[in-house]
C-alpha cells in the first residue's frame, strides 16, 4: 500500500515528537551501485523519505549541484528504467521507507504515462515529483495513477498565494514540498520566518504532511525548519558530498560521509530539541 | 471535422494548439504566467497600448517593411514569382523586434524593471537590448558559450547597449542552454523580473503573445500583396528556429486555404546524421521549455543538442503552433541543410544585392524548387527575416577565407 507507507513514516516521525528527513540524492550518481549504497546509508542513518532523483539534460529548476549530478548519471547512461530498477533492488530489504521518484516531465511522457504508473509501482515507488507537471497539466497523470495509488506530490513555493494553494492542493496526495525560496535548488538559504505563514496554510489547506526543501544542508538549518514544518529536505547537501568522487574519493569514504550528515540532520530534527 | 475558419481559434483557455502547448513550468512560475496572460488580455482590450505599439513600429522600426519583387532569383529559377517580406530592413536588422516592443511594453504594464532574455544567433538579444535602451530598463541576456564565440558582432552591439552579457557553459553552450538559465534566473527574481522570450515556444501565453506580436508582418504581407498584385500569394515561406519569423507571416494566411504555408528547418549535416535541428523532420513529441511540442530526443526522453550552422536555428524544439500545423496538415515543413544554406546565402547576395542572414538562406534554399513545381502565374512570398551582416564572419570562415 504505497500512500499509507509514506503516511506511515509522517506518523511515525510525528509520534516520535520530530520532524521527518527527507533525503534526495541523484539516482546513477555516479553509478547505480553507489546510489544503491547511498540510499542504505540514508535509511539506517535516519532519513525517514527518500526522494531518487531522474536525470534530465534539462533539469530548469535545478542549481549546478544537482544539474551536474544529472549529468555525471547521464553519462554513466542511466535512463528512467534503471532508475525503478534501482527502487526495486531497494525495496528487496526494505519494505517500509517511502521512495519518492522526482524528475521532469519529458523521460515520464515518452515512457507513457500509463506504463510508466505500472512500472513505477511494481517498482515499489510510492509517489513522484515531477516538478515541470504543475496541476494544470498533471490530470493524464492522476488518471495513470488512480489504479496504484501512487501519490502525486506537487510543489508549493512562496509565490503560491492562498487562493492558488487550493489548486495546489486539490489532487495532491502523498506530502505537499514547500519549495523554501524562489529559485533554484541549493542556491539561497531559507529564512524559517519568511516562510512559516506559507506552510501553515499549505498545511491547513491540504491537510497534508508540509516538507521544506531548497538551500537547507546543515543540522542547524534543518533544526530550524524542522520546527515549522512536517519534513525537511535535504538535496544538494548530500549530492555535494558524491560529487567528491570525482575527485578521487572512493565509494567506501563517500558512504561513510553520507552517513554522516544524516546523523547529524537526523538529531537535529526533534521538534522539541529548540530552536538553534 | 470541418476545419475551415477554425485555424484562428487557437490556443484554447488552457494554452493549447490541439495537442500542444500547455503550461510546463514549475509551481513557482505559475502564478508568474498567469498573472502575464492576465495583462495580456487587458492589453489586447486596451486601444492605448495598440495605439502605442503602432507608433513605435511605425517610427522606430521602420515599419511597414517593404515587399519586394526579386526578380532576378525569380528569373533564375524561372518559376513562381517570389517576394521578399523585407523584415531585416526592420531596426537590428530582423524580425525579432516587433515581438520585443510588446514584451517590453507589457512588462512596463506590469511593473517591472528588470528583463531577460535566451539569445542564440544575439538577434533577439540585440533587439531586446535595443528596446531596454529606449526604455531604460535593466537587460540581462542568456547566450549559450559556443554561440558568444560565433556571434561576436551582436555580442558587442549588445555591451554597447547596456545590456549584461551571461555565457552559458553548460550543455552545448547553445539556445537551448540559454533558455534553461534564463528560466532559472527567472525563477530566482520573480518579482521585478520579466522575462522575454524570442520566440513562438515556451509556456502559455507566450506561443500566442509572440505570434500575435510577429502576424504584424503576415498582416502587411497580405495587404502589400492585394495591393501589388490585386491577389493572395499561392504561397509563404519562411525559416523555422523555434518559429517567431514563421508564425507571424503564416498566421494572418492561416484561414486563407490556398494559400501554401511552408516552413523551412535547418538539417545541419542532414537528418540522417543526427546533426541537425530538425524538429519536425526529426523529433517526436515531447516537453520541455514550457510546453508539449516536437522536439530532439532519445530513446529515454533525453534531450539532444540541435546542430545548425546557424546560431538562430540551433534549437531542438519548435514552437507548438508548427507542431500542431504539422500534423493537422495546415503546413508543409521542408528541410535545408547547412552547404545548402550557405550556396543560398551567396546567391541571394550576387543576384539580388542583398545579403540575408543565414537563418532565411535556409528558406532561400528551398525557394527554387518550390518556386520551379508552381509555375510562372504564380506568387510566393518569403520572409526575409534578418539581414547577414552578423554572419559574415562565420560565413568568411565555413568557405575557408582569411578576414
Redesign the interface.
Known amino acids: 500500500m504505497p500512500v499509507s507507507r509514506i503516511s506511515a513514516a509522517f506518523d511515525k516521525a510525528r509520534s516520535d515528537g520530530r520532524s521527518a528527513l527527507v533525503s534526495y540524492v541523484m539516482a546513477g550518481d555516479p553509478d547505480l551501485e553507489t546510489s544503491y549504497q547511498v540510499l542504505n546509508a540514508l535509511v539506517d542513518n535516519g532519513a525517514d523519505v527518500i526522494e531518487l532523483g531522474a536525470p534530465f539534460t534539462d533539469p530548469m529548476a535545478d542549481g549546478p549541484s544537482i544539474q551536474r549530478a544529472g549529468q555525471r548519471s547521464l553519462k554513466a547512461g542511466t535512463t528512467l528504467k534503471d532508475v525503478l530498477a534501482l527502487a526495486k533492488r531497494f525495496r528487496e530489504t526494505n519494505q517500509t521507507t517511502p521512495l519518492i521518484l522526482m524528475g521532469y516531465a519529458n523521460p515520464v511522457h515518452l515512457m507513457g504515462y500509463e506504463t510508466f504508473a505500472g512500472a513505477a509501482s511494481d517498482a515499489g515507488i510510492d509517489g513522484t515529483i515531477i516538478v515541470d507537471l504543475p496541476p494544470e497539466e498533471d490530470m493524464p497523470l492522476r488518471e495513470a495513477y488512480a489504479p496504484y495509488e501512487l501519490a502525486v506530490i506537487r510543489l508549493a513555493t512562496p509565490t503560491t498565494h492562498e487562493a492558488r494553494m487550493k489548486t495546489v492542493a486539490d489532487g495532491a496526495s502523498g506530502f505537499l514540498y514547500y519549495v523554501s525560496v524562489t529559485g533554484v535548488t541549493g542556491a539561497k538559504k531559507p529564512v524559517a520566518s519568511d516562510i512559516a505563514p506559507g506552510v501553515q496554510s499549505a498545511q491547513r489547506i491540504s491537510g497534508l504532511p508540509v516538507c521544506v526543501g531548497f538551500g537547507i544542508k546543515t543540522g542547524e538549518q534543518a533544526r530550524e525548519m524542522a520546527a515549522i514544518s512536517d519534513g525537511v529536505v535535504v538535496g544538494s547537501a548530500f549530492v555535494d558530498i558524491i560529487s567528491e568522487m570525482e575527485q578521487g574519493k572512493s565509494r567506501e569514504e563517500i558512504v561513510e560521509s553520507v552517513a554522516r550528515l544524516t546523523r547529524e540532520l537526523s538529531s537535529g530534527l526533534n521538534r522539541n530539541g529548540g530552536v538553534a | 471535422m470541418d476545419l475551415r475558419n477554425t485555424w484562428d481559434k487557437w490556443p484554447d483557455a ?1 494554452g493549447r494548439f490541439g495537442e500542444f502547448g ?11 504566467i498567469l498573472d502575464l496572460e492576465k495583462e495580456y488580455r487587458a492589453a489586447q482590450k486596451d486601444p492605448e497600448f495598440q495605439a502605442q505599439m503602432d507608433d513605435l513600429w511605425k517610427h522606430y522600426v521602420g515599419r511597414p517593411s517593404p515587399l519586394y519583387f526579386a526578380e532576378r532569383l525569380t528569373d533564375h529559377f524561372g518559376g513562381a514569382k517570389i517576394y521578399f517580406k523585407r523584415d531585416e530592413l526592420n531596426h537590428t536588422g530582423a524580425h525579432k523586434i516587433n515581438n520585443c516592443l510588446g514584451q517590453v511594453l507589457l512588462a512596463m504594464r506590469m511593473g517591472k524593471k528588470r528583463i531577460i532574455a535566451e539569445t542564440g544567433a544575439g538577434q533577439h538579444g540585440v533587439a531586446t537590448a535595443t528596446v531596454c535602451a529606449r526604455f531604460g530598463l535593466q537587460c540581462v541576456v542568456f547566450m549559450g558559450a559556443t554561440d558568444v564565440e560565433r556571434q561576436k558582432p551582436n555580442v558587442f552591439r549588445m555591451r554597447l547597449l547596456g545590456a549584461e552579457i551571461v555565457p552559458v557553459e ?2 552545448t553552450g547553445t539556445l ?1 542552454d540559454a533558455m ?1 538559465e534564463a ?2 534566473d527567472w ?5 521585478d523580473t520579466f522575462y522575454c522570450i524570442g520566440t513562438a515556444a515556451g509556456p502559455h501565453p507566450y506561443p500566442e503573445l509572440v505570434r500575435d506580436f510577429q502576424s504584424i508582418i503576415g498582416r502587411e504581407a497580405k495587404e502589400q500583396m492585394l495591393e501589388r498584385e490585386g491577389r493572395l500569394p499561392d504561397a509563404v515561406m519562411a525559416c523555422i528556429g523555434g518559429g517567431s519569423n514563421a508564425i507571424g507571416l503564416f498566421h494572418p494566411f492561416v484561414e486563407d486555404e490556398g494559400v501554401r504555408l511552408i516552413g523551412v528547418e535547418a538539417s545541419g549535416h542532414g537528418v540522417e546524421t543526427g546533426m541537425h535541428a530538425a524538429a519536425l523532420n526529426g523529433g ?1 513529441p ?5 510546453n ?1 511540442t516536437y ?1 530532439l ?1 532519445d ?5 539532444i543538442d540541435a546542430h545548425s550552422i546557424s546560431a538562430g536555428l540551433d534549437y531542438p524544439g519548435i514552437g507548438p503552433e508548427h507542431a500542431f500545423l504539422r500534423d493537422s496538415g495546415r503546413a508543409e515543413y521542408l528541410t535545408c541543410t547547412d552547404d545548402e544554406a550557405l550556396e543560398a546565402f551567396q546567391l541571394c547576395t550576387r543576384l539580388e544585392g542583398i545579403i540575408p542572414a543565414l537563418e532565411p538562406s535556409h528558406a532561400l534554399a528551398r525557394i527554387g524548387e518550390v518556386a520551379k513545381e508552381m509555375g510562372p502565374d504564380q506568387i510566393i512570398i518569403m520572409n526575409l527575416c534578418g539581414r547577414g551582416d552578423k554572419d559574415i564572419f562565420s560565413v568568411a570562415g565555413h568557405l575557408g577565407i582569411d578576414m
Not at chain 2, 22 to 32: H, I, K
Not at chain 2, 187 to 191: I, L
Not at chain 2, 286 to 290: E, K, R, V
Not at chain 2, 299 to 303: A, K, L, P, V
Open positions: 488552457n500547455g503550461r510546463y513550468v514549475a509551481e513557482t512560475l505559475m502564478p508568474l553548460s550543455g537551448k534553461n528560466l532559472r525563477v530566482t527574481n520573480v518579482d517526436k515531447g516537453i520541455l521549455h514550457g508539449r522536439l530526443q530513446d529515454d526522453g533525453q534531450i
